[in-house]
């Protein structure tokens, strides 16, 4: 960490900062130059508080040298983390995973259907939300405990295991047999629901935030790592920019960085990134050539009062092509 | 709202289309181009489920005419709200209020100090955090039920009101004797949270998400509204953009469009939207000359290791000197 | 194109608005609401400036129906255009083409070392800037006409024709023998250069602008269209967003889109969109798996003062593994 | 200027670095530390071309610790520049203008009759646009050298010093009477336009481009600078964000950040940014309450077809209205 003092400090100032700097056991290294001083902070940084040190008088700016994180940090865990969702079932380390399922569980047949439907075409893991967060109060909020029950009879069923949203800690207890626990993009700074997920014990699939940075996303991991649960998955799924042809932007460049600054599995949600259902297909590829762990995919078999063959979520027949794609695709992946 | 179809549409489906409009009592009004056909939808469209018509197969875009709110929309209530704290605050309806205080509360001394000096200076809220919400989870989270205590220990010796942040339901009957309670920028969009809110019968100051949308915004508080809360304030504190020169972009534009579109108080928080203490005070006088109803200023007496003469949060001296430019501006904000 | 009236409009300025659209060769469909009047505009509004009837007092909004562009939209030209630069050099169609450099023209040496490398490696363009925008004026500008000459005998020496970025008219006549105009990011909306690209007779690489929608890209592609050439590329080189981990945030989901709405040739820059040495290769491959129809990629091989060994820009080395794990993907992505 | 080095580097390569820097004419200060070397460096730094050091394969991270601008940098010019357009117009320091007119020039009995109104209502200076910056090739480009002659009579009629755009340099010769030259947001980073306004000896006004930093706007006017012309002020007129309801996020905050980190006057543009006539006052008002040293308000007499009486830009009426209430502002914000 480097401290950027103003020009010319108080001098009872400056020892007073460098005392106290020493006392959270950090060396420090002072660089006097003409028109400023620098202090380098040696140590571990991690717990220091950037903003308490920025606000002082004395500082003109902090910057950071070493990430803010330390469990998430692939310097310190080189190795891939590798997630085992059941014995055939495992994410990172090569291990590729496709997630597929509707947007909204609306009832037991439909859950049930789609569930077969994704199976067959190669789907690993079902999605389906139960408890949906809707900008309107008066849009459909999910089917709750009942879809819930819906979601784990269709893993009855088909075997297949189940990823659903959490949105607020009073549901845990409606998780006991659910697979993986998806903390929502609105909810990545909840930071009490974080904390929680570290006492769960649960696989969770953390989806950034639209205006999170990747450093963000990070350090919200971290809070689930630190309190205890390693088993995070990190998932792109479109930030807000200025650009209006999608609903967001799908950030592809971060599956790469975050392979690089940290050993958690990266998974791409090209449906609610763009929400435009026929990008989902390129960018599912895309994502697997960017080196994604993988994908999860809105896949829809109840067209609403049979108005539409194929809505903005794929139609299993689309998602059947999409999971060919990606299969014929991931083996390749490996030799580039 | 309008439907705007694909070129061509089977007639079968356009007729279903249709049917199923009229039966959520919407009248349509079909108009037929020579590139494509559009439906004009007549009546009360806000409780239309717009993502899923748009999801329709024929359909290529769907835009709105009408605001999808209803309870914050100004449409429907011309007048002000005036939210009444106690018997002397008020707030809208030409009622200008300064809340001020700490960022977080640290100690018993620190807040009952700081909040004799902003009452002196003509404050008539004490702000001031006891559950703090951080990036990082190894930062200072706050005193917790400890710092509640100290606020309501603060109301107590200076009459002052208090508004303080929720972080989570579970903290809400903590919250009995707080005057105004916030919901942080980070909970916008928390859903179960803003319902919460509905029932618990008190005043909210609702933050804006770092990435949200006034409409979004407005539809956070429409949740509150409609769960039974009518005294909700809209709280400006800046939104992320590319700008790395200010912590966030203060959209003070927001300010009259706001109060254009809804009758409810809006706020302004200059010091956590620039982060920059120097800008706090030129920021606050533009807010109020732009129409804001209030504001909520970031004061601190307990210069950290009595390190800094004026950290970023303004000192007691500095705050003195914006309370009274402020006092002179309002008075003449009436006259525009 | 789609107008909405405010509440109850003037009835002489309601009819003076119809006869005038009208006098505009627009059919005018008229559809009366409880809350709003909205005017359905049939026929072709490709050149109706939207803003001058969004400024009239009566309209409330103005909505486009369809797109404001014509020359470069596919409705109009379902096929691919396909731009021969030489008789073996083909771009658009399923001709998928690698361009390579380094960002500037040094010497003639390290230009004509570097041609021949990427050439080797599989590149059929080369790029060099001779003209640089920097933005810093103490920054290095570029060789100016000299680097245009240096180009030229690297064309002459390996055969690879040049691509390389024009700034303003001026230097028009020096570029003769170039077979590809750039114009960068910055000047995408400067529109007298456009026009002149469209008298100018040769193929243009279109960067967007860094702040640019896609719409707005295709608006300046139909600039140098409507000026007489028809021989445009695309190329998406990152938006500037919130994010600062990378340089740019590269919009992978514009690749896809951009070739539903438009028949011209799509090309990525994952160079200069990431600015990380380690992203080229991912970002390049997950841009062909979206199907871009080439890459422009950064290479260099004199690094300065022989300091660095892998500088951001690719080395030669390097470059030879992307080229050949890009030649590998290529034939995969057509039967996707 | 701070170098962050890769773990461990190369004896040889970090010789060569420090040999390097030193030729530059710094100092070098060494810390290493347990997981990084950092390197301070000590000096002019303004000229020193960050990117080359940035890619060097030893170094992690380059900081800059000075602004990279020095001719607009208020901490070598600490007093206010004042530009005088006429013996009794002048700009900055203290000096407060109002600018405004039509957005295009149409008539000469337009112009000329807007001219009078504004001048009536107590603007100083005449806006209006001859050379259009139009995103479709089909909109009305404006009347070139007409409007310029337009202008200049409306000059001679009422006395008022003309602001226009200048779009490219071939068109400087027109502009021998024009008071102020005008460079819009889409040229702001067109560096060959900026280096001629550094010839061309007029006061010039720079607006911010729509995705520009500030630092991106200090480092255009230092183009203007550091090639001669010292009459430059900064206009801030919105820049692009995700939020829809205004045309651009006007960031006020950026005046009195810019008045601190520059002794430029500094323009706000309400009406472009925000695009909205009502929200034109409000903005007006708060630009003035932040501290700018002028407003370019947009003023149109002339409404199409008769159609409007009160368009997005004001009616002579509604800027009287506005002259008269930042008028009476004004002398207050001296008192703050």
Redesign the interface.
């Known amino acids: 960490m ?1 401290v ?1 003092l103003r020009k010319n400090p108080e001098q009872r ?1 400056l020892e ?2 460098i005392q ?1 700097l020493k006392s959270l056991n950090l ?1 420090v ?1 002072l ?1 006097v ?4 001083i ?1 202090l ?1 902070l ?2 571990d940084t ?2 220091v ?1 950037i ?2 040190i ?5 500082v ?2 902090v ?1 950071r ?2 990430e ?2 330390k469990n998430a940090n692939r310097k310190f865990h080189p190795d891939d983390t590798i997630i085992e969702i059941t014995a055939d079932v495992k994410i990172g380390g090569g291990n590729k995973v496709m997630m597929a399922g509707p947007c909204s569980v609306e009832s037991i047949d439909q859950i049930c259907e789609v569930a077969r439907r994704v199976k067959a075409a190669g789907a690993e893991i079902l999605r389906g939300g139960a408890f949906k ?9 999910g089917l709750g405990e009942t879809g819930i029950n819906y979601l784990l009879e269709a893993k009855k069923q088909t075997g297949l295991p189940i990823v659903t949203e959490l ?4 549901q845990l207890p409606l998780f006991d047999e659910i697979d993986i626990i998806q903390i929502g993009a ?2 990545m ?5 974080l ?1 929680e997920m570290g006492h769960c014990g649960k696989p969770v699939l953390l989806k950034r ?3 999170n ?4 996303l990070l ?1 919200s991991a ?2 689930i790592m ?2 205890g649960n390693q088993r995070v998955m990190l998932c792109e799924r479109g ?8 609903r967001n ?9 975050l392979k ?1 600054l940290s050993h958690l599995p990266v998974i791409v949600d090209p449906s609610h ?2 929400g ?1 259902a ?2 989902v ?3 599912a ?7 994604a762990d993988g994908l999860i995919i809105e896949v829809h078999n109840d ?11 794929l139609t299993p027949e689309a998602f059947d092509v999409v999971a060919a ?1 990606v299969k ?2 991931i083996p ?2 490996f ?2």
Not at 213 to 216: Q, R, S
Not at 249 to 257: K, W
């Open positions: 480097i950027i100032q007073n900062l106290w060396d290294h660089s130059g003409e028109t400023s620098i380098g040696i140590g991690s717990s508080d903003d308490l920025r606000a002082l008088d004395i003109e700016d910057k040298v070493q803010p994180y967060p809707r900008t309107s109060p008066y849009a459909f909020q949105m607020n800690i009073s609105r909810n700074q909840n930071y009490d629901l904390k935030g639209l205006a940075t990747l450093e963000e350090m971290e809070y630190a309190n930030i807000r920019t200025f650009e209006t042809a999608m932007t799908l950030d592809l460049a971060a599956v790469p960085l690089d990134a763009t435009i026929k990008l297909k390129p960018m590829m895309a994502a697997i050539a960017a080196g067209p609403p009062h049979a108005l539409c063959d194929g809505a903005q979520s794609c014929n695709l390749l992946s030799h580039w």
